[in-house]
T-cell receptor, first 112, second 115 residues
Framework: DQQVKQNSPSLSVQEGRISILNCDYT??????FLWYKKYPAEGPTFLIS?????DKNEDGRFTVFLNKSAKHLSLHIVPSQPGDSAVYFC???????????FGAGTRLTVKP | NAGVTQTPKFQVLKTGQSMTLQCAQD?????MYWYRQDPGMGLRLIYY???????DKGEVPNGYNVSRLNKREFSLRLESAAPSQTSVYFC??????????????FGPGTRLTVL
């Protein structure tokens, strides 16, 4: 039973436009939500996070929005750049990381 | 500073063979993790070690054993490999920075095929 779902396996956007990646979860006990980025043949790297006491967190071109009532979060990348092309994983945990659950990932392609 | 290193990078096993995947980190982190990544499934936690001397099961521990050899090293052993264990295995580590979330740092992965 996947507790974290990313229903779009892929997304293609034009350079300079906004990329919106979505994630849904089923476990209402999740406290922390994270986004990881993964390039081919590399391990995932941390991108941005948000705790359940907030509804928005921003870091440069990356913003994560959390809607607890809908059990939904999204990652916005503005403006998108070709170097952002990667697989993006949404992850969530109940108690600060020890048992983090990942979504299946969304492959983002940013076209020049 | 190498971060998290994993050996080997690739491995092919026959069903029933055993092997150990090695992981080491040089960031003085307390916690270490083993994940597997399968197509359409994301990463799933196999085992983790919150500190030296402790290990705990994650979401998919069956068929695996782990050893936290010291603070730097965390190994994953397959005693009798099965085709269902064909996957990409990632090791990760995280420190106790005192912040609300400890970022996990991942190794480059080991691609394992069991025939």
């Amino acid at each position: 039973d996947q507790q974290v779902k990313q229903n779009s396996p892929s997304l293609s956007v034009q350079e300079g436009r906004i990329s919106i990646l979505n994630c849904d979860y089923t476990n209402s006990m999740f406290d922390y939500f994270l986004w990881y980025k993964k390039y081919p043949a590399e391990g995932p790297t941390f991108l941005i996070s948000i705790s359940s006491i907030k509804d928005k967190n921003e870091d440069g071109r990356f913003t994560v929005f959390l809607n607890k009532s809908a059990k939904h979060l999204s990652l916005h990348i503005v403006p998108s750049q070709p170097g952002d092309s990667a697989v993006y994983f949404c992850a969530a945990s109940e108690d600060n990381n020890n048992d983090m659950r990942f979504g299946a990932g969304t492959r983002l392609t940013v076209k020049p | 500073n190498a971060g998290v290193t994993q050996t080997p990078k690739f491995q092919v096993l026959k069903t029933g063979q055993s092997m150990t995947l090695q992981c080491a980190q040089d960031m003085n982190h307390n916690s270490m993790y083993w994940y597997r990544q399968d197509p359409g499934m994301g990463l799933r936690l196999i085992y983790y070690s919150a500190s030296e001397g402790t290990t705990d099961k994650g979401e998919v521990p069956n068929g695996y054993n782990v050893s936290r050899l010291n603070k730097r090293e965390f190994s994953l052993r397959l005693e009798s490999a099965a085709p269902s264990q064909t996957s990409v295995y990632f090791c990760a580590s995280s420190g106790m920075t005192g912040g609300p979330i400890d970022t996990q740092y991942f190794g480059p992965g080991t691609r394992l095929t069991v025939l």
